[in-house]
Every structure is written in structure tokens, then in C-alpha cells.
């Protein structure tokens, strides 16, 4: 009986589905039934039942199940404790698709290396599900994300606040408002609104169209995009303004222009933070953090 024995039947238990199971754990359905088949037969224990629509547990599985599930997550946590009590040899940094938080993590990630030699870093950009999701199976070991998303993570972590982001407007330098230093929201009505869906963050977009809404009435038309690349294109395009903040702003561009807002606002995801787990990476979430004041 092996480790990845025991998880490939959490995982087929958890999803009761050799498909959905197989895909997360990167095998074939061939290989993922083989597995069991052989766990059923090295412990004498019939943990499926098959019919044509789907697989079921038996008494004796839903047991296992769910005591399995907690040793596997106790013993997966003694493992990550006992190799933080040596040397950290790798620091792996998850960030959201924002310019100026790539920007400053890369240059934090380089003054870890200077300070801590003996550590390499990492930084992985992803969506905010992959990033919760990486965070969660600790393939990422710090994250920097929305403070409204905390809500997704559903493990222990520590938290600390890196900066409030300048909220207001991204458009294009050939936009007619561009030649403003702040504008308002009323003065938008007329305008193609870009904000991002719940794929690159959750509840940010609502919240955005919601404080809209709620100042000044619902906007000509809305479009919603799940990555910062297509929303700067159609941004250069002049299809129409984004609602965001000044840190997804390209470093030097001279193709678009951030306006700040002259009123404040009631958005929920203004706030930058980072999350880590373990008490060992610490120091390196304060350093992080040296580099957003």
C-alpha cells in the first residue's frame, strides 16, 4: 500500500467520478481504476460500488473516506512544518495579473535571494481561483491577493495589508477624457465600461459596477474580461474605459493613462495583501512587504 494509493481513493471518493478524479490528479482513467483495484485487493476491502450512471461508496469506503482524509491532511502538514524547521530552499510567490505587483514581487523575490542565499524564489502569475486553489495544496508557499478574496481560502493562514490601491479610470490617451486629471463617475454614463469577471477576481467586478451604480445610475454597456492582457488591448483600441486601479497601469506606457477618480469610493477589492501559512515564512512576507510602502 502506497501514499499515492490512499489519495487517489480520496480524491475518486471525493468526486465519486474516475473522469473529474483522474484530471486532478493528472492520470489516466486507466491507471487511476488500476490503482484501486489493487488498494481493494491489498487490504480486502470493497471501497466502490459501480452501476452505469455512477460509482458510489460502501459502508466500509464513506469510513475510510473520511478518516483517510484527515490523516492525509495531518500528515501532508507534519511534512511542510518539518521541512521549515531546516533551511527554506524554495519560496514560491503566486501574484494576480497586476503590472506594478509583478513589478515589485520580482524585485522582492531578488532582495530574498540577496539576503537568504541559500533560498530560491519563484514567482507564479495566475487567476484568482488558481491562485487560492495553488495556495491551498501549498504549490505556492506566499500569495498576494485581493483583500476581498481572503474569503476563498479555506485552510489557517496569516494575513498582512500591503497597500490601499488608487481607484479610477484606465483609457486610452486618444480617449477625449484623457487630457483630464480626475474625473467623476457621472461623467462616464455615456461610456463602454471594462471590468474583470470572477475569474481573475471575485465579487471585485460587482463591486465595481454596484458603487457605480449605486452614485450615479447604471452604465451605457458593461464588458467583463478575465485577464488584464485582453482588457489593455481593447484599452489601446479605444473600445472603451476601464474602472480598475492605477496598478495595472504598464510601467512607462504611453499608450494609456490613469485618471483617479474626485470622489471617493465604496470598493470592496481596493486593498492589496499577502497570505502565508507557515510561521518560517514570516520574514519573507515582510520583506515583501518593504516593497509595496
Known amino acids: ?6 489519495k487517489s481513493f480520496v480524491t475518486v471518493a471525493k468526486y465519486c467520478n474516475y473522469r473529474e478524479a483522474a484530471e ?12 484501486i483495484k489493487n488498494l481493494e485487493q491489498e487490504i480486502d476491502i470493497l ?67 540577496r539576503r537568504y542565499s541559500s533560498t530560491e524564489t519563484q514567482v507564479i502569475t495566475c487567476n484568482i481561483n488558481e491562485l487560492v486553489s495553488k495556495f491551498e495544496a501549498d504549490d505556492i508557499d506566499i500569495a498576494i491577493m485581493f483583500a476581498v478574496d481572503l474569503y476563498m481560502i ?5 494575513s498582512m495589508m500591503l497597500k490601499e490601491l ?53 452604465p451605457k454597456d458593461i464588458k467583463e474580461f478575465d485577464n488584464w492582457k485582453n482588457m489593455e488591448l481593447e484599452l489601446r483600441r479605444n ?12 510601467l512607462g506606457s504611453k499608450e494609456l493613462k490613469f485618471i483617479p477618480f474626485a470622489e471617493t469610493s465604496n470598493v470592496d477589492g481596493n486593498r492589496l495583501v499577502v497570505v502565508w501559512k507557515d510561521t518560517a515564512v514570516t520574514p519573507f512576507a515582510e520583506i515583501i512587504k518593504e516593497y509595496y510602502k
Open 1 to 6: 500500500m502506497t501514499i499515492q494509493q490512499l
Open 24 to 35: 486532478k490528479l493528472f492520470v489516466s482513467q486507466q491507471a487511476l481504476h488500476k490503482q
Open 47 to 113: 471501497l466502490f460500488e459501480n452501476n452505469k450512471q455512477r460509482i458510489t461508496l460502501t459502508k466500509a469506503g464513506e469510513y475510510l473516506y473520511l478518516e483517510l482524509s484527515r490523516l492525509l491532511k495531518q500528515m501532508e502538514q507534519k511534512i511542510n512544518t518539518a521541512r521549515m524547521m531546516g533551511p527554506i530552499r524554495q519560496l514560491r510567490i503566486g501574484i494576480p495579473q497586476i503590472n506594478e505587483t509583478e513589478d515589485k514581487s520580482l524585485a522582492a523575490a531578488e532582495e530574498i535571494t
Open 154 to 158: 479555506r485552510c489557517d493562514f496569516q
Open 166 to 218: 488608487p481607484y479610477g479610470v484606465i483609457c486610452s490617451t486618444q480617449h477625449l477624457l484623457a487630457h483630464r486629471k480626475v474625473l467623476t463617475r457621472k461623467e462616464l454614463l455615456k461610456e463602454t465600461l471594462f471590468v474583470f469577471n470572477d475569474l481573475f477576481a471575485r465579487n471585485v467586478g460587482k463591486s465595481v459596477i454596484n458603487d457605480f451604480t449605486k452614485e450615479v445610475g447604471k
Open 239 to 250: 473600445k472603451g474605459v476601464a474602472i480598475t486601479f492605477e496598478a495595472f497601469m504598464p
